[in-house]
């Protein structure tokens, strides 16, 4: 976040690039270590393929959902997880509807993640417009 979509720019105004940068994979790498130890402790063990389904576009989508931009330098964590709130609601809402196949949360998820991101490209392009 402190460096923005400009590096060069953060880099002029005197923001160590490459140590911000360090810090921040190291963090998210500490805590995704983390929440596998906690997702393993949960499930009393490890699945050989737990990535292969849709977590990861899950994860993408929180993020997105949540206002996050695909292009870098806007987001907050807590955005991210208002998306995934919303992420986790989509099936909740689906089964009420007992009439809608349980195949439509990957289609409604989908649809809300086209739509954020469609939402964000094109706010991204009208502020590029505008300066």
């Given amino acids: ?74 987001g907050k964590a807590r955005d991210a997880i208002i998306g995934a709130l919303v992420i986790v609601i989509i099936p909740n809402g689906i089964g009420l509807k007992p009439s809608l196949p349980a195949q439509y949360n990957n289609v409604i998820t989908g649809a809300v993640l086209l739509l954020a991101a469609s939402v964000d490209a094109v706010s991204r392009r009208r502020s590029a417009a505008h300066r």
């Fill in 1 to 74: 976040m402190a460096i923005g979509g400009n590096v060069e720019a953060a880099q002029r105004a005197g923001i160590d690039v490459v140590k911000i940068k360090v810090t921040a994979f190291t963090l998210c790498s500490s805590f995704a270590a983390l929440g596998g130890i906690f997702l393993a402790s949960e499930t009393g063990g490890v699945q050989l393929d737990l990535g292969a389904g849709y977590i990861l576009l899950f994860a993408v989508a929180a993020a997105v959902i949540g206002g996050t931009s695909l292009f870098g330098g806007r």
